[in-house]
């Protein structure tokens, strides 16, 4: 299923939303305009390596200074490895993120944002301590954004399409429903990408995972208005969204 909006009213203009989708697309235009081997150097120097984290020889090696690998916890938030890779992060910010930033205030929701990506990268580098490959992308903070919305707004439907024999189907579900089989694929891939690496290696699954949980526990931490339910004609079942009215 590929998720194409949800359907659900916000109050404010997401500005937070649209600068975070401008700043990777700046960045990601930059890239673009490097050669093969700038854009090598660029990813393993502002990419989050974690071998450099937690192991100080390989960090002495490298010959980085001591703040440059804090930097790099969120200077990686930004960067992308290819159009896919951009064009779905960015696509799926712009479905989830506006209405949580609706939720949290756009400066809270900035600073959310930055906290579930580095706890993403924190739990993908716990996996993997030594690797020296760089990790790159929004996923891990954009997965934070997903789990407050399951949370936030359970009942809100997704238009999705689903191809079928190259037929599209075009269908609405729950969020709760698309949202919790998207966290069930990223945990069974992860799973097996510990047993089999050649077949899932490649995507950061564990930042997925570990964004997605941060989001759902420490939304209600940056939640600036008390969640309440309210009955909304926007529902999936017509019955009750959790969305404050004005």
């Not at 996923?139 to 407050?148: E, H, K, T, Y």
């Not at 919305?149 to 191809?163: C, D, E, G």
């Not at 998207?182 to 510990?194: M, R, T």
Request: aromatic fraction near 24%.
């Amino acid at each position: 299923m590929i998720p194409l909006q949800d359907i659900l009213p916000r109050r404010n203009p997401p500005v937070m939303t649209w600068f975070l989708i401008l700043l990777n697309t700046l960045v990601f235009f930059y890239e673009l305009s490097l050669s093969t081997v700038e854009r090598e150097v660029f990813f393993k120097t502002w990419g989050f390596i974690p071998a450099i984290f937690f192991d100080p020889y390989f960090n002495f090696l490298v010959g980085f200074p001591w703040y440059h690998k804090f930097l790099t916890l969120f200077t990686h938030l930004f960067i992308h490895g290819g159009w896919l890779h951009f064009i779905g992060n960015m696509w799926t910010l712009w479905i989830f993120g506006d209405n949580v930033e609706d939720r949290l205030g756009p400066f809270k929701f900035l600073f959310f944002y930055l906290v579930c990506g580095i706890l993403a990268t924190m739990l993908h580098s716990f996996i993997y301590p030594n690797s020296v490959i760089p990790l790159v992308g929004a996923s891990g903070a954009i997965s934070g954004v997903m789990g407050a919305y399951f949370l936030l707004y359970p009942l809100a439907r997704i238009l999705v399409v689903f191809p079928v024999l190259f037929i599209p189907l075009f269908f609405e579900v729950p969020a709760f429903i698309f949202l919790g089989l998207w966290f069930l694929l990223q945990f069974y891939n992860g799973l097996f990408s510990l047993v089999l690496p050649e077949s899932f290696g490649g995507v950061a699954w564990f930042a997925h995972i570990g964004g997605f949980l941060a989001g759902a526990l420490l939304y209600k931490i940056f939640c600036k208005r008390k969640c309440r339910f309210y009955r909304d004609e926007y529902t999936f079942f017509g019955s009750f969204f959790d969305i404050d009215k004005p």
